[in-house]
T-cell receptor, first 115, second 113 residues
Framework: GAVVSQHPSWVICKSGTSVKIECRSLDFQATTMFWYRQFPKQSLMLMATSNEGSKATYEQGVEKDKFLINHASLTLSTLTVTSAHPEDSSFYIC???????????FGPGTRLLVL | AQSVTQLDSQVPVFEEAPVELRCNYSSSVSVYLFWYVQYPNQGLQLLLKYLSGSTLVKGINGFEAEFNKSQTSFHLRKPSVHISDTAEYFCAVSEGGSYIPTFGRGTSLIVHP
C-alpha cells in the first residue's frame, strides 16, 4: 500500500527558533501534498495544499510567512515553522495524494512542542 | 460546499459487540466518501473509501460502510469489535473531482473488555 513518512516524529524547540518537518511519499509519486494541524481531541484543520514545483496554496487564516512550504520533488514536501512560539505547539500531519486512486494517504504526524 | 456530521462524539461498546459509527454529509454534487482511523499519537489510516460502484464497501480490519444516497449517509459498521479497535474514527467527504476532503469532528470508539 501507499506509505507516507514524516520526520521528525516529535520535536521540542525553544521559542523563536525554526523547525523543519519533512513529508515523504515512499512508494508513489505525489504531485500534491497537504499539511494539516490537529489540536487535542479535534479534527484535522487543513493548513495548505502543496503542489510540486509551484507555490503552496494556503487556507484562510494561515500565515504563509510563518509556515513555509516547499515541494521540490514528487516525493518530498517540507513545512518550516519559522520563529516558533508556544501557540504553534500542535500535532502536524501531512498527506500525499495518490492521483490514480483519488485518495489521500497520511503520514504518522509530527508533534511539535515549543517552550 | 460539502459538510460532514458525525453524530456521536463518543461510542462506548463491549468487546465482541457490534458497532455502528454514524456519518451524514451534505453536498449538491456527487461525492467521494472516506473513513479514516487514528490511533493515539499517530496519523490517519485509511479504513475504506467509496468512489463509485457498489454502495457496500468493505475495508480493513473487518470494517464496512454503506453509501446511502437518499439519506446522505455513510455509516461505518463492524459486527464484532476488539479492544484494539479503540481509536478515533473520522468520516470525510470530497466532492467528485476534488481531492480535498472535508473531515467530520471524529467519533471516539471505546471498546471495553
Amino acid at each position: 500500500g501507499a506509505v507516507v513518512s514524516q520526520h521528525p516524529s516529535w520535536v521540542i524547540c525553544k521559542s523563536g527558533t525554526s523547525v523543519k518537518i519533512e513529508c515523504r511519499s515512499l512508494d508513489f509519486q505525489a504531485t500534491t501534498m497537504f499539511w494539516y494541524r490537529q489540536f487535542p481531541k479535534q479534527s484535522l484543520m487543513l493548513m495548505a495544499t502543496s503542489n510540486e514545483g509551484s507555490k503552496a496554496t494556503y487556507e484562510q487564516g494561515v500565515e504563509k510567512d510563518k509556515f513555509l512550504i516547499n515541494h521540490a520533488s514528487l516525493t518530498l514536501s517540507t513545512l518550516t515553522v519559522t520563529s516558533a512560539h508556544p501557540e504553534d505547539s500542535s500535532f502536524y500531519i501531512c498527506s500525499a495524494l495518490s492521483n490514480r486512486q483519488e485518495t489521500q494517504y497520511f503520514g504518522p504526524g509530527t508533534r511539535l512542542l515549543v517552550l | 460546499a460539502q459538510s460532514v456530521t458525525q453524530l456521536d462524539s463518543q461510542v462506548p461498546v463491549f468487546e465482541e459487540a457490534p458497532v455502528e459509527l454514524r456519518c451524514n454529509y451534505s453536498s449538491s454534487v456527487s461525492v467521494y466518501l472516506f473513513w479514516y482511523v487514528q490511533y493515539p499519537n499517530q496519523g490517519l489510516q485509511l479504513l475504506l473509501k467509496y468512489l463509485s460502484g457498489s454502495t457496500l464497501v468493505k475495508g480493513i480490519n473487518g470494517f464496512e460502510a454503506e453509501f446511502n444516497k437518499s439519506q446522505t449517509s455513510f455509516h461505518l459498521r463492524k459486527p464484532s469489535v476488539h479492544i484494539s479497535d479503540t481509536a478515533e474514527y473520522f468520516c470525510a467527504v470530497s466532492e467528485g473531482g476534488s481531492y480535498i476532503p472535508t473531515f467530520g469532528r471524529g467519533t471516539s470508539l471505546i471498546v471495553h473488555p
